[in-house]
């Protein structure tokens, strides 16, 4: 039986309407909500000596940001009624790798985003969170926009 849902957030008005229908099934399932902001991060950087000594600073600054920024609002907010049990999480990688990375971890029913939330240039360029997901997730992913 599955325990949770994950939800991909990225401080989109979509990613909040994601994570609004999320609580709902969680409370109607009895299921925890993982709220899972991913800061896209590439192990693999062509860079000089001096910005790889800044690369783990950049990375715990850009986690700290996103965590205050997007997560920890969204937590607080759907944490208020205090009938769901709301984790927050920030991970560094490709945004649709990770949140199946995280819906295994975390035993999830479901995967749950936002259709909209990078800009139209990015999403052509390198293809959507929602169609990477859909791809790669072997639970079902729910697109809400």
Known sequence: ?????????????????????????????????????????????FSTAEENERRAIDKEREAKSARERVLDPAVARLSAAADLTVEGVVRHGHPAETLVALAREH??????????????????????TPSSLIQLSPIPVLVVP
């Open 1 to 45: 039986m599955s325990a949770s849902i994950i939800v991909g957030l990225d401080g989109s008005e979509a990613s909040g309407r994601a994570a609004d229908a999320a609580a709902d099934a969680a409370r109607r399932h009895d299921l925890r909500l993982v709220l899972a902001c991913v800061v896209p991060w590439s192990p693999y950087s």
């Open 107 to 128: 035993d999830a029913a479901w995967i749950i985003v936002g259709r909209t939330g990078q800009s139209r240039v990015r999403t052509l360029l390198f293809g959507s």
